[in-house]
Each structure stands twice: as structure tokens, then as C-alpha cells.
């Protein structure tokens, strides 16, 4: 009996003890035998499989059919666009080796690659990309993205159904060159062709199993893996495509995507060594991660900007600008990034992130210290008619999550210890906050987040548009309108960045969104992943990886 | 008893179409629709997507068409998941869960009946306590706080067992999970077996058997057991429910490819069809196994009547 129960105080010690052990200590000492790398630290394991977490289960491995990232880590590495995108070259050669584009900005020449082939062996044609165009518009393909392409030439008519898909501008010369047009200049269109929705498909393959061919055993793809094997909501495998034209200098033979969804499951993976790169980490355990895991955590920077939206169709940010204002004002971003959000990510001054050709807007204000700037929030919020005997009550509207709850948690905090502003935080699961947010109704304040699709910042600036279906704080202003339709037109790259400028700083002015921080992606690489290089939209291709001796 | 069996049967029809009437209409209910995302679609695309999926229709007359296509087996197609049809993600799905609820099952009998067993027959002892103070930590810890320690102590510390995931399909992957489902249950099923064992060891049949000389192994083994176990089966019902329910939550911490990671997913993504797929697969598992229970239940009782 005695031994019974001792055994299970054990238990139930270890259990305890086992949280301040030291992490992944079996996987660790196994890699600890051989020095990682070999003598040289470029010595390659005999086996090359990398095992990447991957967030959610992907909707579709049809590239003309998903829309998460998740899914676009997977189709970067089944397929192959026109161009390619690299961390430090920015737009490159993919599918297509050259091309040109015409004077006035609105002709696109693609010359394939005469040894491009798809996963059979079948050679990757210019017929094949504008059949991929095509379908990707096609109504009946029922695509969620395929608005993607409308710089092209009839694309938002085909999309609405107003014209066949054979009217879009897309043109097959010949077998080796492609012929795009557009509906008018786009200097980030070369950015757009590395984008799922701007894929080609293998016209064979998706003919014969129709909307079933994305599939183990059917799929066909161009690009420097092929799909091997797909366990619903347990993992995707790829493997080499020996016919893809840079197969000689692709390394990892085989990579395993793991769908993870939650924060801490995926991290307790990777520490026993099943996972040789996350997706993301749990914020909250950032601490400990850079206390035990500081040579494995890779933090850098990533194209997109956490904001809220102020609802400026309703009281009581409707014709209040003073209002908005002092709140932009009195949130410290610096406090917040250092000690709330404490990833590295960066205090946002500005709305736009560091896009490619764009100068950021850098408000006067960012220059001052705290106090500075509270005063003039304070100023502003009794200019707008309130005062701490008569303080506003304003709701923050954010989804369900531990992050934007902390967030919302230290803002509030901010608004009420400056300008007295008694704050309520509503909390609405995903779908019922998107739902709440887009009726413009309720919503006084709430939490958002936008992403690049491409590295522009007019993907930025597009939102608040007044006709824009994303321009949820209902924000409406003229001359920003017409600022970015000059700029939507205009081929002069530097006047274009100077419209795109002049229109961010006219959403500084007149505050219908308060920008926080620009993200950055935070995950953990074991140290036998050779040539992981950080990419600003995070497109981490296996074929540019290697798994070092360890 | 066919004819009992026939008529549960047959009674379970208008409970199953309850059911998916109350399922069908809530997962309606609920704000925000299945093509909802933070990049918005273009009105036209949305429309389209609307038309294809039939959700243009009237609520009515949708749930007409569920229903005549549910007669013919069809759970239609799942709006996350576009390749796939509901029935296809069910048939991959319910096999693991299966694999993992069945294991977690026969596991929380064998242990737990063995435990209140052993409990019951050292009463008031030192095990019997131990016994006890095991089974009340076991009912007191809920598997999604018990579930990552045992990662962190098995699979992070040790690196005895995986962390989670099926991996190769191995038995060792299924250890973390199956335990982590089944130690509530042991729990119970000790409680009840100890409590039910006293009990019939004070009946007087027992004490006939004892005093014709039976060894107490045959005393135990063929007089004691059969009706001890009947409050047992009574609870393989409500504990079936609460593995099914259990697994949903230990899929997710897991990683396991079963039903519960889609009935989860699903009804986040308001994936109408997936959820209604579940709900209803799972609805008929329940009523199926309760009558299963029943008819051993009656089995094992002689004085329960066919009615």
C-alpha cells in the first residue's frame, strides 16, 4: 500500500517538477552527440525531411479555391507561378525566365522556360497559364480570391459573370510565350503572379476528376515538390518533383506540413522534436522561450498592420475628429510593444507598413515623448466636449483570442489613466465579430488586422476606400478616393508612392483607424535548418532549406 | 427481444429527426456565415458561392432538401473543406475516433472495475484509500489540463511517447491520448464498482454462498460480479456521451484526425453541412449504444422485463 501511494506522489511531483525541466532535453542531447553541420557546418544529414507546423487544416490544395495562408505555404511549394519571390531579390524568374512590359505599363510578355514540367513530366506551357487565368475567374470555379487578378484586362467583368472567361486578357502566343494585359498600369503586378490565384493547373488532370482532382494520386503540379500523401487534419506530405526545372539544386527530399491550430500544442511538438519549424508561437510563453530557446527563435519582420477601426458612421466618432484624435494620440506604442505584445513588433505611427518603393508616413507627433503627446490628447478630447466629469464610454469590440484581449486590456488602461475614458471591452467569437463589425451598427471601436497579399502599399491604402467592401470603419473621404485612383492609373512609380503618401497622411488627419503595430512573425527553427532566410510576407519555400548533419 | 430491440429502434426515428431539426435550425441561428472572412468577397463572388451551396434558397425549403438528401445518405458537400464531402470526412474521421474512444473505453473498464474491486474488498484499508484519493483526482482534473502535463512529462521530458499526432499509425501514438480520455472514466467506473460491490457483498445471496463454503475467488468471480457490474453498464451510456464529447477536446489538444477536430472546426468556420453531418452521425451512434446498453443491461438483470 505504502508503495502505492508513493508512487503516485511521484507522479504527481514529476507532473509539477517536469514544467521547470529542462525543455526538450532528450530531443537535444540526441542532437547534442553531433556537432551540428558536421566539422565544416555546411555537412548535410544523410536524410533530408523537414517538418514544418502549418496552423489550420487547408480548406483546398486547389489553388484557385483556398484562401489562407496555410494554404499558400502548401501551393508554394506544389506550384509555380510566372514569377517567384525571394527574401532578398524581391520579385525573380519563376515558371517564366524573362519577360518584358511595354511602355506604357500595360502589356506583360512571358517567355517560359523550355525545360518547365509538371509533375508527370508533361511540359509547362504558356496554354497552361492562361487556362489557369481563366479558370481562376471563371464564376463556376467559385474562387474566393480570383479578384486578386483584376488588374488584368476584363477580369472583374469576367468575375461578375458580365463577360466569358475567354474575354480576359490573357493570350498564349505560343507554346513558350504568354501574353498578359491589363486594364491599366500596376507596377506590383509582377507580385501578383507568385499569388495562388495566378497558378496554373494541369488542364489533363483537372478535366478528368473535375472538382475532386486536388487530391493524393491526381494532383499534378509544376513546382519543386509534388503531393505524396494527405491525412485530413494530421499532415500533408511532399515530395521531390524530379521534372522540376531546379530539381538539381532543391535539397530537402521530402517536407511533412503539420496542422496545428493551437499555440501550445504546437510548441510542446516541437520540443519533443517532431517539429523542426512552428507556425507560430503562443505569445504568452515568449518569455520563456527566449529565457530557454533564445538560439531557435527567429523574429522578423512581417507586412502587415494590427489597428482599430474607429466606426465613424455612428456616434460618437462620427464628425468628431478631435475625438479620434486624442485617442490616437493617447495609446503609447511603445509601452505596448515592449511590454504588452513584446514579440519585437514594431510601434505604427503611420498606417502603411515598409512596403517596397513606398516612403513611410512618419505623423510630427512620433517625435514626441508620451507626456507630449497625452497633453495634446487631452486638449483635443475637451475640444470634442468631454472632460473627466463627463468621460466618454466607448465599447472595444475584439474576437476571441488571448492576444487582442491583452491588447485591449492595456488600451483601455492607456485611454482611462490619460483622458479618463471608461472603457467596456465586448469579446464576439470570429464569425459574430466579422458579422458585427461589417453592419457598422453597434461597433464603436474594434480591433483589426490587415496582411499584405502583395508587397505594395496600396493593399493597404484600398481598404479604406470608400467603395471598398473592407472599409469597415465606413471611413468616406473624396479626395483620398481620388488620390488612389490617380494612383491606381499612374505608371511613374515615384508619383505613384507620392499619391499613396499624400492619401496616408490624409488617414492620419482624419483618424478613421488608429494603427498600433506592424507584425512580425515569430517562430521557432531547430538549428539543423540550413538557409532559413526570413522573407517580409513569409514565403518560406522548402526548396530553398537544408537539413544540416546533427 | 428482436421485437424490443425492433421498436427502440424504430422510436429512435422521430428522436434523430428532432434532432436535426434543432440542429439544422441553430447552426443557422448563429451570426456570421460560412463565407465570412476578414478579407471580404466581392458581392458578385459571394453570390455565386450563395447560389452553389443553395443557401439563396429559403430557410424551409433548404431544410427540405437536408432532409430528403440525409433519407439518401447524402450529407452534402463541406464548405471549408471543398474537395471533400461531409460523408468523406465522416468515413475518415470516425475510424480514429472510434479507434481512440474504443481504447479509451475498454481501458476505463478494465482498470476502473478492477480497481473498485480490489477497493471494495479491502474496505476502509490503506489501498482503499490510495484507490479513492486516485479516482477523486482523476474526476477532479479535467482532461484538457491533464492532457498537457502528460505531454510535457512523457513526451517533452522523457521523449517516451509522442506528443501527439497518429504519425505512422502506431500503437505508441495513440498511449498519451487514450489515457487522457479514459482517466475520468476510470475514476467513475471505480467509484461505482467499489460502492456496488459493498453493497451486494452485504446481500444475502452472498452470504448463503460464503456459507455453503464457496471459495471467496468463486464467491467473488461468479456470484458478485455479474450484479455489481449492473450499475456499471447503466453508466457505459452517459460515459460513451462523455468520450465522444471527452475526444472533441483531446483531438484538438492531440492532434488526432478524428470526428471531434471536425465538429469543432466546423462550427467555427459555420461549416453548416460538416456540423450537421456530425451532430447527426454522432446522434445516432448515442441512440444506438444506449439500446445496446439496454438490451446487455437486461441481460445481466433477469428482472428487467421487454416492454
Known sequence: MLRVAFLYALACLSLLLSGCSDPGSAGREAAGQTKIGGESGRELAARQVLRRG???????LDPHKSEGVPESNLQRDLFEGLTNDDPELGIVPGAARAWEISADGTVYVFHMRENGRWSNGDPVTAQDFAYGLRRSVDPATLSNYSIMLRPILNAEKVIAGELPPEALGV?????????????????????????????????????????????????????????????????????????????????????????IENQSTELQRYRADALDMTYDLPFRQLGWIRENLPDELVISEYLGVYYYGLNVTQPPFKDNVELRRALNLAVDREILTRQVTTAGEIPAYGYVPRAANYEQVVPEWAAWTQEERVAEARRLYEAAGYSRDNPLKVQILYNTHENHRTIAVAIASMWKEALGIEVELVNEEWKVYLETRRTKQTTQVFRAGWIADYNDAYNFLEILHSQSGLNDPGWNNPQYDALLEEAARENDLERRAELMHQAEQLVMEDVPVIPVYFYVTKRLVKPWVGNYRPHVQDFIQTKDLEILKH | ???????????????????????????????????????????????????????????VQQFGRYVLNLAQGDFGPSFQYKDYSVTELIAAGFPVSLRLGGSAMILALLVGVTAGTIAALRQNSRTDHAVMAVSMTGISIPNFVMAPLLILLFAVTLGWLPAGGIGDGSLRYLVLPVISLALPQIAYIARLTRGSMIEVLRSNFIRTARAQGLPERTVILRHALKPVLLPVVSYLGPATAAVITGSVVIEQIFGVPGLGRYFVQGALNRDYTLVMGVVVFYGALIILFNLLVDLVYAWLDPKVKYA
Not at chain 1, 502549418?54 to 483546398?60: I, L, R, W
Not at chain 1, 496554373?200 to 494520386?217: I, K, L
Request: hydrophobic share 40%.
Open chain 1, 54 to 60: 502549418n496552423g489550420a487544416e487547408p480548406q483546398s
Open chain 1, 171 to 259: 493570350r498564349a502566343i505560343d507554346d513558350l510565350t504568354l501574353e498578359i494585359r491589363l486594364e491599366a498600369p500596376t507596377p506590383y503586378f509582377l507580385g501578383v503572379l507568385n499569388h495562388s490565384s495566378a497558378y496554373p493547373v494541369h488542364r489533363p488532370t483537372v478535366e478528368r476528376y473535375g472538382g475532386r482532382w486536388a487530391r493524393p494520386g491526381r494532383l499534378v503540379s509544376n513546382g519543386a515538390y509534388r503531393l505524396k500523401d494527405w491525412v485530413m487534419q494530421s499532415h500533408i506530405v511532399m515530395e521531390r518533383n524530379p521534372y522540376y526545372w531546379d530539381n538539381d539544386n532543391t535539397t530537402i527530399d521530402e517536407v511533412w506540413f503539420y496542422p
Open chain 2, 1 to 59: 427481444m428482436i421485437r424490443y430491440a425492433l421498436t427502440r429502434f424504430l422510436g429512435a426515428i422521430p428522436t434523430l429527426l428532432i434532432l436535426v431539426t434543432l440542429a439544422f435550425f441553430m447552426i443557422r441561428a448563429a451570426p456570421g456565415g460560412p463565407f465570412d472572412a476578414e478579407k471580404a468577397l466581392p458581392p458578385e463572388i459571394e453570390a455565386n458561392l450563395r447560389a452553389a451551396y443553395h443557401l439563396d434558397e429559403p430557410l
